[in-house]
């Protein structure tokens, strides 16, 4: 798998973090030190899995022993998944320095043996018992047919064969859901590092000794404990959905659950449309064995026709009223069925049983009707559709509904907004309810994810649409980068590389010792003692250029011959050869900056204009615009909106991290330019984007460019739009009104200034 | 090693970042398209740009002018999963994979710990 630049930058930090902390430990007593903490901070669907894998090889890249993992998965459903990823499935590419076995398959022979690292699978499910003697005996004691010493003990000393102590790093997956207890039985195994991934701060008070240390002894705070992931990154890199749409429904279950079903036609029907053949999922979150607005049980006696369970009424309202197949639906929940009245055959039901997980991911449901509590861990990327039945719409219940739908399929944005939405109709008594957990999920996307845009639907009887469609068919000649130009020069920088195969001098590490505690002494009275060790456990040249060049550009890469024999070189991290092949690196990404340019073309599927999500207690209306209204407009887009409405040229608002996009060449953190404004006229097609002061300086360098156009067709034409009176050396009048038109004229930024909107508008459609 | 087994290597060892279950490529056999050479249950297409007898050829401008040609007649829409040397033409309609590494990798090849030559090999 590729890791985004984001994701590099993250993992990077957890190990530059580790190894720097590790060559100088705080101590708690002999030769116990304090382990290395830190909390990879991210939202949901920004992979965190990825983060910490790469994390782990690069930390085992500045080593000096392999190190063994013991990664930490929540539920033994998922454990299962995680060991099948990271050993043979997606992840493991990333992890080429590790075997990865399940917890229980360690055998001393596996610690001894420091050829390569170890990642050691468990759950901590396992590891919950205080006792460890009666616990699953599994866990705490090898199998009889290996040596008699217990798997515990074994890594707590941890020594390989030459008696050295190899490093021991604990990973956790959801670190917030560690108990106190584990905590502590964790900690008596003595590791060198704990990462934890959540999105949440939340620290087990058996930590905190370990947290306080390196508060006070290092003066370590927020920043240093944690590696946080930008949610924009996260949201630009399209893993995750765009807007999250809410609707409130004082109705009953099934007129929220009917207009959910038609949206989610209309939701295939868009995903069709782009040739997209994943469908979109729905999940109903209810209570399971009580009655609506009922304390008592359900009556089991009863056959299922009269039953009242809501996973029941639920589902026979999809199967009877709306002729929903009951092969496409499952019921994930702890329901109960007396043998004299069973739930007729073709009711999917999964109640939690060892296999369940298995048999119902591979089921491929469209809806799923299940129980929070039950299923913890599993999430499908292309549910996109949640109800949430009355009594389960506590705020708390629904932010965590949220993390469940906020993955985006495919990994990627799609022209059709209703695609790349994350979908809630929300069953409650009163309005006041619904108000509360709005503002509670708005809270939650304003600290975990300001740039996902939150809309809600204002008419929830039947009529409501958070969408406008497009009234005509409009497109835009999609954008490209092409290289042509770059190929050489990166060529030259990959030639004239050194090959280090042969070399034994550069390829070795220079500073960054790392101490590890080895026996000394014969095996009588071999006394333990803190030795240094210089080097570092050697990767291949082609890892450390390709991360190098991935961490900036990604897409450099694909114009270097990486497969060339001298980048199977073998060499230390921080080695001048590595160094060198750094530096390389860099350059290879600055000569594809420089060379490469932007084109157009229109033969390559050109990007046809989409209906726009709306929020519809503020909208407002235009005449000649694709959409009948727009939403998300500020005073200046607005004003700007509307004499391009006056100019009766076809336009559109292209919403915020929007639809159609153009790609930047630069070294900015944004890849991707998504102007405010397009509009059409005979021969072209304006991206007009109005800016802020404060951001023009930058932007007019980084997106104000001519796109070359290689097919025949209307030429896309970039134009920017400031408030005031510029010159083109950004000297701004004092006090100015009116605007601003920026564009290229003969290569040369042009600064043209406009009494009003209406000129200004007149002015960006210019022929140029 | 020769396009018809790489075309295989592509085929039965391809599989799709968070898609579980899912089955192999389905090979296309037709000499009329110079790339394409398979699809997924989804409908979209692999290509791989090796023409003829000489080397694995590059995804630029001119080639995938004949992607989206081959594309259209094969009723495929993107994204287009594309094998060549070099992605010198990137769009975000396309999937690229870079020949030979992500073969290799294919083959079960790390990239941090494995050497992609022969050791004698200069």
């Known amino acids: ?768 | 090693m020769r396009r018809d087994e790489l075309i295989d290597v592509v085929i039965t060892s391809h599989w799709e970042n968070g898609r579980r279950n899912t089955p192999n490529l389905i090979r296309v056999d037709d000499p009329t398209y110079s790339y394409l050479v398979g699809k997924n249950e989804r409908g979209e297409g692999y290509f791989i740009i090796w023409p003829g007898d000489g080397p694995v050829g590059q995804l630029d401008a001119k080639t995938y002018k004949v992607v989206l040609e081959e594309g259209k007649k094969a009723g495929i829409k993107p994204p287009y999963h594309i094998y060549a040397r070099y992605e010198v033409y990137q769009s975000n309609n396309v999937c690229f994979y870079k020949i030979p590494d992500k073969i290799l990798a294919h083959l079960g090849l790390s990239e941090s710990n494995d050497r992609y030559n022969e050791a004698t090999e200069e």
């Not at chain 1, 003595?190 to 290092?218: C, G, H, V, W, Y």
């Not at chain 1, 008592?296 to 299922?304: C, G």
């Not at chain 1, 809600?456 to 068919?473: A, E, M, S, V, Y």
């Open chain 1, 1 to 768: 798998m590729e890791l985004m630049p984001f994701q590099i930058a993250a993992s990077t930090q957890i190990a530059d973090r580790c190894q720097q902390y590790l060559q100088d430990p705080l101590r708690v007593r002999g030769n116990t030190i304090v382990p290395f903490y830190q909390n990879l901070s991210a939202i949901t669907g920004s992979g965190k899995t990825l983060i910490l894998a790469d994390a782990i090889e690069q930390i085992r890249s500045r080593l000096p022993i392999e190190p063994i993992v013991l990664w930490l998965s929540k539920g033994r459903v998922v454990v299962w998944q995680t060991f099948a990823n990271l050993s043979t499935g997606k992840y493991a590419e990333l992890l080429g320095g590790y075997t990865v076995k399940p917890l229980l398959d360690c055998k001393p022979t596996d610690v001894e043996n420091a050829d390569s690292g170890l990642v050691l699978v468990a759950t901590v499910g396992k590891f919950n018992q205080r006792d460890k003697s009666e616990g699953d005996r599994r866990i705490f004691q090898v199998g009889l047919d290996v040596a008699d010493q217990s798997l515990w003990d074994l890594l707590k000393s941890r020594k390989d064969s030459k008696g050295r102590r190899r490093p021991f790093i604990v990973v956790y997956d959801e670190g917030h859901n560690l108990s106190n207890q584990q905590t502590n039985l964790l900690l008596e195994l003595e590791p060198d590092a704990l990462i934890a991934a959540s999105a949440t701060m939340k620290i087990p008070e058996a930590l905190a000794k370990t947290i306080d240390r390196l508060k006070q002894d290092l003066g370590w705070g927020d920043n240093e404990l944690v590696t946080a992931v930008h949610s924009s990154d996260v949201v630009k890199s399209g893993l995750v959905k765009k807007h999250i749409m809410l609707g409130g429904y004082v109705t009953p279950m099934e007129i929220a659950i009917n207009e959910m079903i038609s949206e989610m036609e209309r939701a295939q029907k868009a995903a069709a449309r782009q040739g997209l053949r994943f469908s979109p999922k729905g999940i109903y979150v209810s209570n399971t064995n009580m009655p609506d607005g009922s304390t008592l049980k359900d009556d089991l006696a009863r056959p299922f026709k009269q039953r009242m369970a809501r996973p029941i009424l639920i589902w026979r309202h999809l199967v009877e009223t709306l002729k929903v197949a009951p092969t496409e639906i499952a019921v994930y929940c702890d329901l109960k069925f007396d043998p004299k009245h069973p739930a007729p055959a073709a009711f999917n039901l999964f109640a939690g049983g060892d296999s369940d997980y298995d048999r119902f991911v591979a089921g491929g449901y469209k809806h799923i009707i299940f129980n929070l509590s039950l299923q913890e861990g599993w999430d499908d990327s292309e549910c996109c559709f949640a109800y949430i039945d009355k009594d389960m719409g506590s705020p708390d219940q629904v932010t965590q509904v949220i993390g469940r739908v906020l993955r985006q399929p495919g990994a990627q944005h799609y022209p059709a907004p209703i695609l790349n939405t994350a979908h809630f109709y929300i069953r409650t008594d009163e309005k006041d309810v619904f108000k509360a957990i709005l503002e509670d999920v708005k809270k939650k996307i304003a600290a975990d994810a300001p740039d996902i845009t939150l809309s809600i639907r204002r008419d929830t009887h039947g009529t409501g649409r958070g969408f406008r469609p497009p009234l005509k068919k409009k497109t835009v000649a999609t954008a490209a980068i092409d290289s042509t130009d770059a190929k050489a020069p990166i060529k030259e920088i990959v030639d004239k590389m050194i090959d280090y195969r042969k070399d034994s001098v550069n390829v070795v590490g220079k500073g960054g010792r790392i101490k590890v505690l080895q026996d000394i002494g014969s095996a009588k009275d071999a006394k333990e003692e803190w030795v240094e060790v210089e080097h570092s456990n050697r990767v291949t040249a082609r890892w450390v250029f390709v991360r190098a060049i991935q961490k900036r550009h990604p897409k450099a890469v694909r114009l270097c011959d990486i497969e060339y024999p001298k980048f199977d070189a073998m060499l230390e991290y921080h080695s001048i050869a590595a160094d060198n092949i750094r530096e390389a690196a860099d350059k290879v990404v600055d000569a594809y900056i420089n060379h490469s340019a932007i084109v157009q073309n229109v033969l390559d599927h050109p990007y046809e204009i989409d209906s726009v999500p709306v929020d519809e207690t503020k909208v407002t209306k235009f005449t000649n615009a694709i959409h009948a209204e727009y939403s998300d407009l500020n005073k200046f887009e607005r004003e700007f909106a509307e004499a391009l409405d006056k100019t009766r040229k076809i336009w559109c608002r292209n919403p915020q991290q929007g639809a159609f996009g153009i790609p930047l060449l630069d070294k900015g953190n944004t890849r991707t330019f998504n102007p405010d404004f397009l509009v059409w006229t005979r021969d072209h097609v304006y991206a007009i984007d109005t800016k802020g002061d404060h951001l023009i300086v930058e932007d007019a360098g980084r997106k104000l460019f001519h796109i070359k156009k290689i097919e025949d067709g209307p030429e896309l034409v970039i134009r920017l739009v400031t408030q005031g009176k510029w010159n083109a050396d950004f000297t701004k009048t004092n006090g100015s009104s009116g605007y601003t038109v920026w564009s290229l004229k003969q290569g040369k930024l042009h600064a043209e200034h406009c009494t009003d909107a209406a000129k200004a508008a007149n002015a960006c459609l210019r022929t140029p």
